[in-house]
């Protein structure tokens, strides 16, 4: 896999936050009680990151250059696309990108078009679990995460996401339920995960 096929993480914050962080971009998504949502993350490659060469330089407010950042890899990754239509590692950095800006539409053209080119990415499922949660097209974003299953079966983040999905929006507690267990089984390094988990199989 290379750079710019973006790992997606996991994490769990109080309120839906776009972080910059020195070394990458982090889109976290909320997850809490009245509004329960997906635990997911996206990063960016270090590599793209722009006025952090290590040298201390470029103090630009950490929203701005982001925001600034950003615009000009979509740029990047748009004159990537454009020479080569079939460029996945582009096609994927462009998605991820407009995922950062919430522009789940957006994010959803490149992204599908890489999920053509490249079929069972996880990463790119992930990212268009995201984007359809986003639009609140559960179906389409729980067979997202169905794919992620069929490819990785042990997938803790897909298994949590469905967890949501299917209790919270499907209303099928029984099946959500398995979902949990199942993180709880498999899951030994993310406490936060395991907390989540068990907080959900608690309610």
Known sequence: MTAANHDFGRNAVVSLIFVG????????FA?????PNLVVMARQPASMNSGNDGSGEGTMPPGMEQMGGNMA?????MAQVEANPDDVD????????????????RALEPLERA????PGNVDVLKGIGIARFSQEDYVKASAAYDEILAVKPDDTLALFNLGVIFKHYFEKPDEARRYFEKVLELEHDDAEMIRLAKQELEK
């Open 115 to 118: 999920n053509q080119l490249s």
């Open 73 to 77: 890899r979509i740029k990047e990754y």
């Open 21 to 28: 962080v020195a070394a990458m971009f982090i889109t976290s």
């Open 90 to 105: 582009a096609l994927i950095g462009l998605g991820n990108s407009f995922l950062m800006m919430r522009a789940w539409d």
């Open 31 to 35: 997850y809490r009680l009245n509004n």
